[in-house]
């Protein structure tokens, strides 16, 4: 069984993941490529993966068969499992817990050779719903805590499978990095009674501002963060203030942030000839959905540098694109 250990220096949790390491791909080298010509994401391969959470079928249809649009199934390879007790306990100064959680795979399209970019608006919107549904089912379980979507595409970026999909994971703990995003705005909030991320809206925005934004719609703004840690980092946010992604229930929302992330990723593809990236979308954990300093976001990162020795010793990154530049470059590439 998985297991998270805690680091009592820092206080970071580590899955040590006893599955993963059956993986037949683990230790291969970076950028070498793993496609074997078999496919498990692919259509007629439903039997090839673990059963279904959860699928969209236009025209209906079985349970793990094809005619599918959306289909979520978990990781056959998970970090962390759904059954059994979480067993916190202590070994002298250290702490540790059964790595209970989920770990799932969003399986974008049934068509191989095209990814979330290629994808028309409407079906990036049901990758939404889907999101948000699994989101929703997870918060149900009393043993999670949070719930992380993130989505590697191309070898160098740490996908396995060619296939366009998104993972998810749901820990029993809140990761250190969002951990530190919310203690971040909690001061920003106790301070000056207003969301951080709400005034950096607001501040992009402006009239004669605009140096980082790359797109705004009624309801979303991508933009480049001020501090952007790497070359062409692409961040989307709601303009209104909302902690939770899960809160989106209208239509229309769901249709103007498809075609934001859309556009967003097809400037991205232009601009850097299909960059291998990364994005993470940032919630409020499972306890807290109605913060009031907190607001949920999607961060897009572009593999176009090496994290090495510096930032990997020091948390510095050294990012030799300005985010003014990258976002005036990404401006001018509209279809």
């Given at each position: 069984m998985p297991e998270l250990r805690k680091d009592p220096v820092v206080g970071r949790w580590v899955i040590i993941s006893t599955e993963r390491s059956r993986r037949p791909t683990n230790f291969s080298p970076v950028g070498a490529q793993?496609?074997?010509?078999?496919?498990?994401?692919?259509?007629?391969?439903?039997?090839?993966?673990?059963?279904?959470?959860?699928?969209?079928?236009?025209?209906g249809g079985g349970a793990n068969g094809p005619g599918w649009t959306v289909r979520v199934v978990p990781n056959k390879f998970p970090a962390l499992q759904i059954e059994g007790t979480l067993d916190r306990r202590g070994e002298g100064l250290y702490?540790?817990?059964?790595?209970?959680?989920?770990?799932?795979?969003?399986?974008?399209?049934?068509?191989?050779?095209?990814?979330?970019?290629?994808?028309?608006?409407?079906?990036?919107?049901?990758?939404?719903?889907?999101?948000?549904?699994?989101?929703?089912?997870?918060?149900?379980?009393?043993?999670?805590?949070?719930?992380?979507?993130?989505?590697?595409?191309?070898?160098?970026a740490g996908a396995t499978?060619?296939?366009?999909?998104?993972?998810?994971?749901?820990?029993?703990?809140?990761?250190?990095?969002?951990?530190?995003?919310?203690?971040?705005?909690?001061?920003?909030?106790?301070?000056?009674?207003?969301?951080?991320?709400?005034?950096i809206v607001q501040q992009e925005t402006a009239e004669g501002e605009g140096r980082r934004v790359v797109s705004m719609s009624e309801r979303f703004v991508a933009m480049m963060p001020f501090a952007s840690r790497f070359p062409f980092e692409t961040w989307i946010l709601p303009r209104r203030h909302d902690a939770s992604y899960q809160t989106l229930a209208e239509p229309d929302e769901f249709r103007e942030l498809a075609a934001m992330l859309k556009d967003t990723l097809s400037r991205l593809n232009r601009a850097l000839d299909r960059p291998p990236f990364n994005f993470v979308l940032h919630t409020a954990p499972v306890s807290d959905q109605d913060l009031e300093y907190f607001h949920w976001h999607i961060e897009i990162m572009p593999t176009l540098t090496r994290v090495a020795g510096f930032e990997i010793g020091s948390g510095f990154y050294i990012n030799p694109t300005p985010p003014e530049d990258a976002a005036q470059y990404l401006r001018a590439m509209s279809s």
């Open positions: 793993r496609s074997s010509g078999f496919c498990p994401f692919c259509p007629g391969a439903e039997d090839k993966t673990p059963p279904e959470v959860y699928a969209l079928r236009a025209n702490d540790r817990m059964n790595g209970v959680g989920a770990h799932e795979v969003v399986i974008e399209s049934p068509r191989h050779d095209q990814d979330l970019s290629d994808l028309p608006v409407e079906h990036v919107e049901q990758v939404l719903l889907a999101y948000r549904e699994r989101v929703l089912d997870l918060h149900r379980d009393k043993r999670i805590r949070y719930v992380l979507i993130f989505k590697n595409h191309g070898d160098q499978l060619e296939h366009t999909h998104t993972q998810l994971i749901a820990t029993p703990i809140i990761p250190k990095n969002i951990q530190e995003e919310l203690e971040g705005a909690r001061r920003y909030w106790e301070l000056k009674e207003r969301c951080v991320f709400c005034d």
